[in-house]
T-cell receptor, first 115, second 118 residues
Framework: AQSVTQPDIHITVSEGASLELRCNYS??????LFWYVQSPGQGLQLLLKYFSGDTLVQGIKGFEAEFKRSQSSFNLRKPSVHWSDAAEYFC?????????????FGTGTQLKVEL | GAVVSQHPSWVICKSGTSVKIECRSLDFQATTMFWYRQFPKQSLMLMAT?????????EQGVEKDKFLINHASLTLSTLTVTSAHPEDSSFYIC??????????????FGPGTRLTVL
């Protein structure tokens, strides 16, 4: 069964500082990997995704993530954080099952940005 | 493109009543829709997978008779919480899978429905 681990429950960074959110996955084949962001009381917005090809993927809002198969990781990065980036971030791994792409989510990382 | 809506965005009901939540894909056809439940400050837990025109597949531990799912068309799935109790209070989020070949089976998420059972 697939699983996702986000080791950091909370992270606080200063505005303008760099950010890295960690994500490790467990999956038997090549995974489909996603990062989503959720603001309080809202649904999920897709930041970026990896299916195949270039292991460094660019997303929206200046985010990027790097797929490292040897480390089973898909860490999310941003060179300079903005106060509006404060939110909950979820890493997810997808599997193709009979009916579609079943997603398994990590427990999330709450990002706080200090001004 | 790829917009998913949910209605209502929030609902308050009395214990023992039933509540229906709608999930619509607005600009694409969704052969598969997913229903998730999210408790405060926790992750999303998949409740069931809904395929158009067939019965939903429920995850282990999810009561089929309490959470009725209907996927009658390619753009609409409904979740009915029957005989709701306070412990059913939660944030319910749906997603829809775009089955077109170029989408890599990506899921698009609705904005969620906050259910409060008094």
């Amino acid at each position: 069964a697939q699983s996702v681990t986000q080791p950091d429950i909370h992270i606080t960074v200063s505005e303008g500082a760099s950010l890295e959110l960690r994500c490790n996955y467990s999956y038997g084949a090549t995974p489909y990997l996603f990062w989503y962001v959720q603001s309080p009381g809202q649904g999920l917005q897709l930041l970026l995704k990896y299916f195949s090809g270039d292991t460094l993927v660019q997303g929206i809002k200046g985010f990027e993530a790097e797929f490292k198969r040897s480390q089973s990781s898909f860490n999310l990065r941003k060179p300079s954080v903005h106060w509006s980036d404060a939110a909950e971030y979820f890493c997810a791994v997808g599997a193709l099952t009979g009916g579609g792409n079943k997603l398994t989510f990590g427990t999330g990382t709450q990002l706080k940005v200090e001004l | 493109g790829a917009v998913v809506s949910q209605h209502p965005s929030w609902v308050i009901c009395k214990s023992g009543t039933s509540v229906k939540i709608e999930c619509r894909s607005l600009d694409f056809q969704a052969t598969t829709m997913f229903w998730y439940r999210q408790f405060p400050k926790q992750s999303l837990m998949l409740m069931a997978t809904s395929n158009e025109g067939s019965k939903a597949t429920y995850e282990q531990g999810v009561e089929k008779d309490k959470f009725l799912i209907n996927h009658a068309s390619l753009t609409l799935s409904t979740l009915t919480v029957t005989s709701a109790h306070p412990e059913d209070s939660s944030f319910y989020i749906c997603s829809a899978r775009d089955g077109s070949p170029s989408s890599y089976n990506e899921q698009f998420f609705g904005p969620g429905t906050r259910l409060t059972v008094l």
